[in-house]
């Protein structure tokens, strides 16, 4: 990208169409190509399109296709951009993102040796480099969300025309290779959730060991907030793309099933007639007898028997005095009251007081519905603790919320 920002992105608000052009073009353009597409968004105030293909140049916004003679694409870095500009997310595979987790664990072996040594300048590049890795985490997860509800609308559209088995084998591989390794990212006791456990308790001890400095706490808390938002971001992400594409994935897996079976019979059909599906058998009527149907004077002696019937007197069940009604909490009205009590220092202890005719089942809904939309900032305990929930023991680190 240009090293003047200002005069790259006045060109690219002014030339976005032809920047849309021609990232939509995989294979790049030949000279005779580019200019002919230059021609075509030349505007009355350009001088020409000599001037145009110079300044796509000097903005460093097409790049020279390696191997090849006078053929250009669009650079890597613009590119990016338009990616997420366009909603064009490519999918980030999972080594990827194990890469970054094991990134996470080296910075916090070196943060952890800077903390017991007391190196604040050392802590800061550290968290710096963790604070990175987990943003890229964080956004490769949603890129990877975006890019799978891409592929199934477009599988739903049929905008490629492809057959029932060749969507299948897409959406397959999108479910094995993308989806199914993603469980150990926010699967609890997994070996990622352990690293960030371990990473969280490294960010604790560091602000024990610097509580006299406020600066440092503060750069420590906000990389906990950090992990806490891509644990948080990562699960829900998660969560929709199974959500969007688990009923395409059966569908499709059905239809494959049917089309792979017809397709089968065919050839067997084309190779040694009809008869050697052995259809007689397969499909054969098994003889049936009926069970349980009355004949008529049955029927006819059944009615006579009812025709002199006198009801009694009507007969009504009360309901026990001491049931009691079930009571459904709305997450919405929990929430506006948990705004409302802010700061709150311990959510699962606010939900068990707010509760109190609840159950424990109830409040753990409440808990997951605020953890993942919480109403403002979280910070998270440095110690795990017990809870006693309606005679449910549960053990969970404190979660406290604080207005924004």
Known sequence: MSREPAAFFKFAGKRFALLA???YSEKGFSDGELFALLKNHREEDDTSVDHLFK???ELLIIDAVPGETARWELSHPVRSLLRFLLREQRLTSVEVLHGYLRALETSRSDLLSCIKEGNRNGVFNAVSELSETVERLRQDSSDNCSAVLRECMNSKAQKDYLSPLARFEKVNRLWNRYLMPMKDLISVGKSVDTQLDGLESTFAAGIVRFDRH????DILRGAVARILRMRRDTSRDFNNSITE???LYESLKADSELARGASIALQRIDRAGIRSLNLEERLSVCHWRPNGLMCQKDVRALLYRLSGYIPGATV????PENLEQAVYRSSLEVVEALRESLPVEDLMEWLDEYCEAGSASEVLRL????YLEPPGSVFRGVEQKSYM???VTMKSY????VAE
């Open 316 to 319: 009504s069940a009360a309901p």
């Open 367 to 370: 808990y997951g519905s605020i």
């Open 55 to 57: 300044r796509l140049q």
């Open 214 to 217: 406020p600066g440092m706490v």
């Open 21 to 23: 052009d021609l990232f």
């Open 389 to 391: 929930i309606k005679g």
């Open 398 to 401: 404190p979660l406290g919320l």
């Open 245 to 247: 594409i688990l009923p």
